[in-house]
C-alpha cells in the first residue's frame, strides 16, 4: 500500500481531476471491478467510522434506536406510492435469479433459468416501501408511537456517471425512518434531524452550511416537504450533504399503517425519513483540501499529530525514539491520536510529504539541535508553517493547537462561503455571477417549478434551496420578473 | 411495538417453536416480506451492535483496520477458485438488469429488458474473490505485507430453509481478510483470530466453545485449514459460532497476488479469512434462555437493570420515583445500564413478566414497606430468585451481582456442555448416546471422507471439530474399526 507522492494535479488547473487523484493519492478510496462501486481503503473508512460514531451517539441522545431492514425490496412495493416510484425504481440493480449451475458448455458457471424468481426484487436505493410494510404489524394505538428508528446500511442506486465518494452505485448511509401521531411532532422530528445534521457538519467537519427547504421540484420523491443542508466546495459548487423528509401520510395511506388515536378514532401515521452517506467524504475533502493533498479537521483526523525523527545513525534514532515515545505518551494520556513513523527506509522529507498528502493536522519533527535544546519543530498543515516549540508541556500545547486548527478550518471555510454568497437583481447579473465567481446565488423567482427548469436549462444552476431563516423581502423574479416575496439561493451543484 | 405476554412453547415440547417464538416475542427480529430476509428490531439490534463493538475494539487490538469492498461480485470471479466455485456460487441472488420501467399495459413497473447486465453481479456470499482481485493492486513488495483488513457487511446466501438469525438468506456478519509473506505468519494469523472469538465468546456471551480444526470435508471452500469454536445449544445440538480460515496461496494463485520477498524472488501471498454473524444471536439465545424468556449476560443486555414502583395513587409513584431516580443515578455513575419504567397504563405484574421475557438481568422493585424500611426487592433473572436488599451501597451490591450473574451464566453453561461430552467406543453406543443424550460424542474416526459422509447418512451427525487440545490415542474407528490416533467431537448441528 505504497503511497505514490507524485505531484497531484493542481485544483486550479483541474478540479475535478484534483479531486479524484487525491481520493486515490491519500488512500481514502478506488474504483473496483464492479461499474461504478468503490472500496473504501482503510484510511478513509477509519475517517467514515468517526463520522458513524458521532452521528451515531448524536442520534441516541436524540431518543433514535438502530434497527436493521432487508436489502432486498419485492419490485411491487414501488409501485405503492406513486412519486417514489418515478424517483427510485428506474436505474437500480434487480435480482431477478437465486441459482447459478455449472456451464454444460464448461465454460465457469452460468445462471440457471430455472431458478427464475416469481417477483423481482430490488436492492434498496432506500428503504421507505420495505420500512413501512414493516411498521404496518408495528403500529396499532398511539402508545406504539412514536418509532424512532435508523439504520445503517448499503444501498444501491445505478448511476451512469459515477465519482468516487460523491455519486457511486452503491454507498453507505444512514436512514432514519420515524413514525409520529401528528403533523406537528413528524415536522418537528425532522427539523430536529436537519439540525443535528447541521451541528455534526459544522463541529466536527468544518462545513459551514446552509439550512432550508427544498423547493417542490427538488423535494424526495414522496415528501411533502425536504430540508436540506446545503454546503461549498472550493470550486463554487455546492454540494447537498444531508437532508430530511417531512413525508406526510404518503408511505402510510401507500401501505396501510393506521393508528387508533387518543381519542379511539383511526388515522395515518405521520412520518419523517433523514440520511447523511459517504458522500460526506467528498464534501469533507473538497471543502479543505489544497494542492499538498488533504485537510483534514483535527476531530475526524485518523492521526492528529505524527512524529518524524531527523537523525543519522542507529545511536541517533535510538535516543530520538524513546524521546519520542515519552512525548507520545503525554499526549496520548490526553486522548491525543499520535503516530510515530520512525521507519528507517524512507527519508523524513519522503515522511513530511506522505503526511501533507494525508492530511495529519500536526507534525512534529525532532532532530538532534531539538535534542540538545529540548525543542521540537510543530508544523501545521492547514497553515503549513512551522515553530520551534519547548518539549516541557508539549501535550497540552499540542491539545490547544489541536483546537485552535478546528477552528481555523471551519473559520476559513466559512469566511470563504460566506465571500461566495452573491445578491443578484438582474438575469443578466444572475448568469454573469454564475460563470465567472460560482457559489451561491441569492435571487427572487416566481414559485413555479416551469421558472426553476428554464433557469436550470439556461445555466445548469438549480435552487440549492429556501433557507429557513430568509427574509421577507419584496421583489421580481430574476428571471421571469414576476413578483416574488423572498429571496431563494442558486447554485451550479454536484 | 406492544410486547405480547402470552405464555412461551416450553422448550422441553417443542424446542424449535420455542425458539422461533421466543425470538419474535422478545422483539429481537421477525421475518419480513422478503423470503427468508428478516428485520432485525431495536433490542436485538441493541445486543447485535454492543457485540460489533466489542469485536471490533478486539480486531484493532491486534492490529487490524476496517475497509469496505462491493456488495457485487462479477459472476466470472467465482470460476477463479476451484473450491469456492463449488461451495458459494450456487445458490445466490443474481443480478442481471440495471433498470425498470413503466409496464406499457399500466401494471406498475417491469424490468426493462434493454437494461441487460453484460456479465450478471452475484451479491456477495463471502468476499475472498473481490478481496483479492483487490489486494492484487495493493501488493508489490514484502514491505505493502502484512494487510490486516476487516469489513462489516451483509452478505447474501439464498437458503432454502431459514431460521431467523441461524440461517437467513441475508445476515450481516463481519470478514477479515488478510495478507502475509510466509504460511507460518498466515497460520499464526488464522490461530490469533479463532482465540479472540473463543475469548469474546466465553467472557461477553458466556457461551462455552470448543476450537478445534474441521475435518476436510467441512472446511471452508478454498480453505487448507478451517478453524472453527463449536458450541452447545440446550437441545444437545451443536453450533458452529465463528470460523477462521488458513488460505494457503489458494486465492493468491486464482488472482495473481505476487510479491517480491526480502530476498528479492517473486511468490505467492499467503492468506487468511475469519468470521463471525448474527448467527451469534441465536447462540446467545439458545444457550440460555429458559421457559420464561431470554436469559442475557449482563456484559450484552441493553437493559442491566430495571427498576419498578408498586405503589397506590400519585402521591406514592412520585415520591417511589424520586427513590428510583436516585439510586438509579447511583447505578450510572458506576456504568451500570438501568432503565426506570413508572408506565401507569399497566401492572406491575405485566412488567415483570416482560422484562423476564427480554431477559433483563436485574429487577427492582420498591414497594411502599420497601420505601418505609430503605430496601428494595431484587430479583436475578438467571436463577429467579428475589432478596431483600438495602437501599445503602445498592449500587456496589448491583454492580458485583452482575459479575456474579455473568460468571454463573457461564458455568452453567460450561457444566452443561461438559456434561454432554461423552466418549464412546463402538458403534451401537455412539448411536444411542446421539439418539438419548444428544451433545458431543468423543470417538475414533479413520480420517477417511468417506466414512465421515457414511456416519452422516447414518446419523445426521458431522465431525464438528479436531480439538486443539485433543491427546494422542491409539484406538479404532468407531464405524470401520479401521486404526485411528485420537479422538474427534461429533454432533447433530445447526
Request: hydrophobic share 40%; with cysteine.
Amino acid at each position: 500500500m505504497a503511497v505514490e507522492l507524485k505531484d497531484l494535479t493542481k485544483s486550479e488547473e483541474n478540479y475535478s481531476q484534483w479531486y479524484n487523484e487525491l481520493v486515490v493519492k491519500a488512500g481514502l478510496a478506488e474504483s473496483s471491478a464492479v461499474r461504478g462501486c468503490m472500496v473504501i481503503k482503510p484510511y478513509g473508512y477509519a475517517i467514515w467510522e468517526t463520522m458513524q460514531r458521532v452521528l451515531d451517539d448524536m442520534f441516541k441522545q436524540t431518543g433514535h434506536q438502530n434497527a436493521y431492514f432487508p436489502l432486498f425490496i419485492p419490485k411491487s412495493f414501488f409501485s405503492k406510492e406513486a412519486h417514489h416510484v418515478e424517483g427510485f425504481a428506474k436505474e437500480c440493480a434487480v435480482v431477478t435469479h437465486y441459482r447459478l449451475k455449472n456451464d454444460p458448455e464448461g465454460k465457469g458457471v452460468i445462471v440457471d433459468p430455472d431458478a427464475k424468481l416469481e417477483e423481482e426484487l430490488i436492492v434498496r436505493p432506500t428503504s421507505e416501501t420495505i420500512i413501512w410494510n414493516t411498521y404496518k404489524n408495528w403500529i396499532t394505538s398511539y402508545r406504539d408511537l412514536p418509532i424512532l428508528c435508523n439504520q445503517w446500511a448499503n444501498v444501491v442506486r445505478w448511476e451512469m456517471r459515477t465519482r468516487l465518494f460523491l455519486r457511486t452505485a452503491e454507498f453507505l448511509w444512514q436512514e432514519g425512518h420515524t413514525a409520529h401521531e401528528t403533523r406537528e411532532e413528524a415536522i418537528e422530528e425532522a427539523t430536529r434531524m436537519i439540525n443535528v445534521y447541521k451541528t455534526f457538519a459544522e463541529e466536527w467537519m468544518c462545513l459551514p452550511v446552509i439550512v432550508g427547504h427544498k423547493s417542490p421540484n427538488e423535494r424526495f420523491a414522496g415528501a411533502e416537504d425536504t430540508l436540506t443542508i446545503e454546503a461549498l466546495m472550493q470550486d463554487g459548487k455546492a454540494l447537498q450533504s444531508g437532508t430530511s423528509h417531512f413525508l406526510g401520510q404518503n408511505f402510510a395511506k401507500a401501505f396501510d399503517v393506521k393508528f387508533a388515536n387518543k381519542e379511539g378514532k383511526l388515522d395515518y401515521v405521520w412520518a419523517t425519513s433523514w440520511g447523511v452517506s459517504t458522500r460526506l467524504m467528498g464534501a469533507l475533502i473538497m471543502a479543505h483540501s489544497d494542492n499538498n493533498g488533504l485537510v483534514l479537521p483535527p476531530k475526524l483526523a485518523p492521526i492528529q499529530v505524527v512524529m518524524v525523527p531527523i537523525y543519522k545513525g542507529e545511536e541517533q534514532l535510538n535516543a530520538t525514539r524513546a524521546r519520542m515515545n515519552k512525548l507520545a505518551d503525554e499526549m496520548k494520556a490526553l486522548g491525543i491520536r499520535v503516530k510515530i513513523d520512525d521507519r528507517d527506509n524512507v527519508r523524513a522529507g519522503f515522511k513530511f510529504s506522505e503526511y501533507e498528502l494525508k492530511g495529519v493536522p500536526v507534525r512534529i519533527a525532532i532532530g538532534q539541535r531539538d535534542m540538545e535544546n529540548n525543542t521540537v519543530e510543530v508544523a501545521r498543515r492547514d497553515l503549513l508553517t512551522k515553530q520551534t516549540v519547548s518539549q516541557d508541556n508539549l501535550s497540552t500545547y499540542i491539545r490547544d493547537l489541536l483546537d485552535e486548527i478546528q477552528k481555523n478550518i471551519f473559520q476559513k471555510a466559512l469566511n470563504f462561503r460566506n465571500s461566495m454568497i452573491t445578491e443578484v437583481n438582474s438575469w443578466e447579473e444572475f448568469k454573469e455571477v454564475l460563470d465567472t465567481k460560482g457559489g451561491f446565488v441569492s435571487a427572487h423567482w416566481d414559485g413555479t417549478v416551469e421558472t426553476e427548469v428554464a433557469i436550470k436549462e439556461a445555466t445548469k444552476a438549480t435552487i440549492r434551496c429556501i433557507p429557513l431563516d430568509v427574509k421577507d423581502e419584496e421583489g421580481k423574479c430574476v428571471y421571469t420578473g414576476k413578483p416574488s416575496h423572498r429571496r431563494v439561493l442558486f447554485a451550479r451543484s454536484y
